[in-house]
């Protein structure tokens, strides 16, 4: 969460209470105001929650067009039965699966799995090198610092509409090897 990218709208926001303002106080307190609501905006727009599942989080990479990209995100479950994220779609990929990364000799391979687990009290990290979301034949790119749609799908909980933070094309973790 704290490497969520900030967009030079937002940073323009934070410096502008600091620099003098030629306008009265009153728009001055104003500009402070926004400056707070936009601050706020990152890290509380980006959780979510469906039933017992939260969802920390979800982010991707910066992925060109007819591409794959990969989805990373938290799930906790708070409830005291278990959970299974079932399936994803996003209006911008042909398909999505739900992978594994397994070792295969020297190599790390990937393997779609039926469905992931949530055991009650547990938190599963989608992250690279391990479990993630697969997303194939992108027909859009996805750039980084704008947002893209995905809809989870769980037993439990039932379906529930995120959007993935798109970082930088190399953002921590590793290759996502295909
Ligand atoms: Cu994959």
Not at 13 to 39: D, E, K, M, S
């Amino acid at each position: 969460m704290s490497r969520l990218p900030v967009p030079a709208a937002l940073r323009a926001a934070h410096a502008a209470p600091a620099t003098p303002a030629p306008a009265g106080p009153t728009v001055r307190r104003r500009a402070l105001v926004v400056a707070a609501v936009l601050c706020a905006l990152p890290a509380a727009a980006h959780d979510y929650t469906a039933g017992d599942i939260a969802i920390g989080h979800p982010w991707t990479r910066a992925a060109g067009a007819n591409g794959n990209g990969a989805g990373f995100l938290r799930l906790r479950n708070a409830g005291t039965q278990p959970d299974r994220l079932l399936s994803a779609a996003s209006p911008i990929a042909r398909s999505v699966e739900l992978h594994s990364m397994v070792r295969d000799g020297d190599v790390m391979r990937m393997r779609p799995v039926q469905n992931i687990v949530i055991a009650p009290g547990q938190t599963v990290e989608l992250r690279p090198g391990g479990l993630h979301i697969m997303m194939i034949g992108l027909s859009a790119a996805m750039n980084q610092g704008s947002r893209v749609p995905l809809t989870l799908r769980f037993e439990r909980a039932g379906d529930v509409q995120v959007e993935l933070v798109v970082e930088a094309a190399g953002a921590r973790g590793g290759a996502h090897d295909h």
